[in-house]
């Protein structure tokens, strides 16, 4: 009895470090989701949604309008100031595109 309750421990214990390098990996990549560049409104897939940091400065485009900004829309992701349509940047809050989608 004694014996089966240190196997099943062992056994255990290896689970449990197999386990640790993809606890750290998802570790890192939450990390990385964090510390995502902020999008530059002045490269080209920026330019071609029309972003913007502040989204008053889109005032002037049609398909603005307000109370529309980043963390308003359904494309963005809180927990890392993301947007779907941007997966390699981080997009500010108070940010606007033309892509722009209700979240409710
Ligand atoms: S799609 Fe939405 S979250 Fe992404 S940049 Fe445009 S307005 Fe912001």
């Known amino acids: 009895m004694a014996n089966q309750s240190r196997r099943d421990f062992m056994r255990t214990g ?3 470090l197999a386990a640790l390098p993809l606890g750290a990996g998802i570790l890192s990549q939450t990390a990385f989701a ?8 002045s490269s080209s897939n920026a330019k071609a949604l029309n972003y913007v940091k502040k ?3 889109a005032s002037d ?3 603005f ?3 529309e ?3 308003n829309c359904m ?12 997966p390699q940047n981080s997009v500010e809050p108070k ?10």
């Open 14 to 16: 290896v689970l449990g």
């Open 34 to 41: 964090q510390t995502l560049p902020r999008l530059d409104p």
């Open 55 to 57: 989204a008053s400065d």
């Open 61 to 63: 485009h049609p398909a």
């Open 65 to 67: 309008a307000d109370g």
């Open 69 to 71: 900004h980043c963390d």
């Open 75 to 86: 494309f963005y992701t809180a927990d890392n100031e993301g947007c779907q349509l941007f």
């Open 95 to 104: 940010g606007w595109c033309q892509s722009w989608t209700s979240d409710s």
